[in-house]
């Protein structure tokens, strides 16, 4: 853990260890040039406590990149509750609270919402301790899950990277592979089967992923084979790192499009998927979709006025695949202009 922080390009990671439920708890806090810290909670089981404050990191940096690109005046943050096994009950609700304190300690320096292992009800109970918690209405005490505007994200995304790929943004009959269908995934499957994809479902809970391709009529495939299944879209809607070195000369799909965060293991995978021929839509845009609605709907906007904004990812990223495709390189470069360009000026508005 100490050459992590040591290497870190980050600004702090706040760390406890919570001993009623030998959890370790890692607020990182990556870059606040454009406002204070927001990002999920992420309540996972590590190998290590280390792997834990890896994951935080790694998503803290994409948090960053994320605001950039949707251009929210917020900075890159994210928390990781790194559980020894899952937790249940009273144990879960302790956890949540005493995580909520040491939010509340830092007094708006950063702010949550949820992530893959936690849900809006967590965010709602963490609410009782904190109000720097998003994802449900104070007013209401009703849950505000960002899944389905991340997945309307998503989906827009995957029609601009159809579009470039194959001259039309038309699903109907290309086939889409979705691993992972948890909150996001899920709500993406039923975007997709409904636009005439032909579907394919993968997740590591084979169970739930055999559910919905019941209720939709589709095919599964096993998390062994999720690589290698033929397909033109693949879309990783898991956890992170699923494209990396061994991964990418397996894939059988044109395009990666997909809602996990950190998809790539490291930035030169963007490089290997290129080289194949395989479009890579990158994962901080094209899943900014909760990021996007989280703080809206928590100004008063509506549910139509936010799913029009997210709309417009489409044409943020054709735009980033057509300067990318002019320049024969890899969208995830010019994602990173962009997002570089918005944080540089600020920088020097503050120099100034
Ligand atoms: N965890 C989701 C994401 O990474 C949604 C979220 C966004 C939660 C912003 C909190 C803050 O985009």
């Not at 959890?23 to 190998?47: E, Q, V």
């Not at 000369?249 to 998809?263: S, T």
């Not at 002019?326 to 969208?331: N, Q, V």
Request: glycine fraction near 12%; aromatic fraction near 6%.
């Amino acid at each position: 853990m100490q050459s992590l922080i040591q290497q870190w390009s980050g600004e702090c990671v706040i760390t406890t260890f919570d001993h009623e439920t030998g959890t370790w708890i890692f607020i990182a806090i990556h870059d606040t040039t454009l406002g204070p810290a927001m990002g999920g909670c992420r309540m996972k089981s590590y190998p290590s406590p280390a792997d834990g404050l890896r994951d935080a990191m790694r998503l803290a940096e994409g948090m960053t990149y994320k605001w950039a690109a949707i251009g929210f005046d917020l900075g890159g943050g994210k928390s990781v509750l790194a559980v020894p096994a899952a937790l249940e009950g009273e144990a879960r609700r302790g956890l949540l609270r005493r995580y909520g304190g040491l939010v509340a300690s830092l007094r708006g320096a950063y702010a949550l919402g949820p992530d893959l292992g936690t849900t809006p009800e967590d965010m709602a109970l963490i609410g009782g301790v904190t109000d720097h918690v998003h994802g449900y209405d104070r007013r209401t005490g009703t849950a505000l899950d960002p899944g389905p505007y991340t997945a309307l994200g998503t989906f827009v995304g995957m029609r601009a990277a159809l579009a470039h790929a194959f001259g039309s943004p038309d699903f109907a009959g290309r086939a889409v592979l979705i691993e992972g269908v948890g909150d996001v995934g899920a709500p993406l499957a039923r975007l997709c089967a409904e636009a005439g994809a032909t579907l394919v479902l993968c997740d590591a809970r084979e169970g739930r992923a055999q559910h919905l391709a019941t209720e939709l009529a589709v095919r599964t495939v096993p998390a062994e084979a999720v690589y290698t299944t033929p397909c033109d879209v693949y879309a990783p809607c898991a956890v992170g790192a699923t494209l990396n070195e061994r991964s990418i000369p397996l894939l059988a799909c044109r395009v990666v499009a997909g809602c996990a965060n950190n998809q790539l293991a490291e930035p030169v995978d963007a490089d290997r998927l290129h080289a194949r021929g395989i479009l890579y839509a990158p994962d901080y845009v094209i899943n900014a979709g909760g990021a996007t609605a989280l703080p809206l709907l928590g100004q008063g906007w509506s549910a139509d006025e936010v799913r029009e904004r997210i709309r417009g990812f489409e044409d943020t990223l054709t735009g980033i695949f057509e300067e990318s495709g002019e320049r024969g390189e890899s969208p995830y470069h010019a994602a990173r202009r962009m997002v570089e360009r918005v944080l540089e000026s600020r920088r020097e508005e503050r120099g100034r």
